[in-house]
């Protein structure tokens, strides 16, 4: 646990994590017991601030409420997690959606269940809350979650698109200094955005558009598809600037858009492969270290001294 003066507190690991590659959720149970949660692909995890361990099942409700099958959505491994409109929704990475009891963590009833059946497509990413839905990110499209609850959820509803999602770590809401927000990601072809267009009669319709289009070559840096699919991407509110890093031949690369004038900035050299966001000051790593950004730096050191550094603008 980073406790916010440059240093880490080791926590106790009663259950190892399956993976390295892990989402996350702040979440608040109805019993006011805060938690995150943890989803790497295995059995569903929480940490209470100084320890991390599987989540023990609830009891069943008595009947004829429906059973409890988090240990079957243990089994089939909780890869990807996300919290939308109090609830905790689980996917394996299949088009299998399971969903907890609302405000709890601990109770996934058999009957939260969908199958987002659409051209033999799979969920590859963290849904996303956007505008008066949740956009769950698809290999080759999106799907389009409605409702507030169990009673009117339905998930049946796909956007007209084949421009899904290669890197699930590319997934953000952007803003745009006129208050429009957008969900930017990374497809096959370079980076898209969903956005909410109006329709005659005051409707609302969700469509996807190419960010680089007339700008940037992306397929002739020639990234492979893994290359792709390990691409990570995040923006940062207090810039106005979404960062798309990734990696071709070993060599680190990132493209800035910022959202001001739509217009992208490479950076060569600068190596990240996870960002976030504490107490207004991002945080990026890559290279093994944990590293901010800071407006008054102006050189690259090369040493913990800053004895020796090549000056950069």
């Not at 940490?47 to 099942?57: Q, R």
């Not at 089939?76 to 394996?92: A, D, N, Q, V």
């Not at 998930?155 to 429009?180: C, E, H, M, W």
């Amino acid at each position: 646990k980073f406790n916010g003066t440059n240093a880490f507190n080791a926590l106790t690991m009663t259950n190892n994590l399956s993976s390295a590659d892990i989402y996350t959720v702040g979440y608040t149970n109805s019993a006011l017991v805060s938690r995150l949660i943890i989803g790497d692909g295995g059995a569903l995890k929480a940490c209470d601030g100084s320890e991390v361990k599987n989540i023990t099942p609830a009891t069943d409700d008595p009947n004829p409420a429906p059973p409890n099958v988090l240990n079957d959505v243990n089994a089939k491994g909780c890869k990807y997690i996300w919290e939308y409109s109090g609830y905790i929704f689980i996917s394996p990475g299949t088009n299998e959606l399971f969903f907890t009891k609302r405000y709890h963590f601990d109770y996934v009833p058999q009957t939260n269940y969908f199958l987002l059946v659409n051209d033999n497509d799979y969920i590859n990413g963290a849904g996303v809350a956007f505008d008066a839905v949740c956009l769950i990110p698809m290999r080759r499209g999106w799907a389009i979650l409605t409702g507030e609850t169990t009673n009117n959820f339905q998930a049946d509803k796909f956007l007209n698109t084949t421009k899904g999602v290669i890197a699930p770590r590319s997934i953000s809401v952007i803003t745009y200094p006129n208050g429009q927000q957008t969900v930017a990601y990374l497809s096959d072809d370079g980076p898209h955005e969903v956005y909410t267009s109006l329709i005659d009669g005051g409707g609302r319709q969700y469509a996807t558009r190419a960010m680089m289009e007339n700008k940037v070559d992306f397929e002739a840096i020639g990234l492979s598809e893994s290359e792709k699919s390990a691409a990570v991407g995040f923006f940062d509110s207090d810039k106005s600037l979404y960062y798309l890093s990734f990696e071709k031949d070993g060599t680190p690369y990132t493209y800035v858009y910022d959202t001001r004038n739509q217009e992208w900035y490479p950076w060569s050299g600068f190596d990240a492969k996870a960002f976030v966001s504490l107490d207004g000051v991002t945080y990026f790593s890559g290279t093994g270290h944990l590293h901010i950004f800071d407006n008054s730096l102006y050189s690259d050191w090369d040493d913990v001294n800053k004895s020796t550094g090549t000056p950069v603008h």
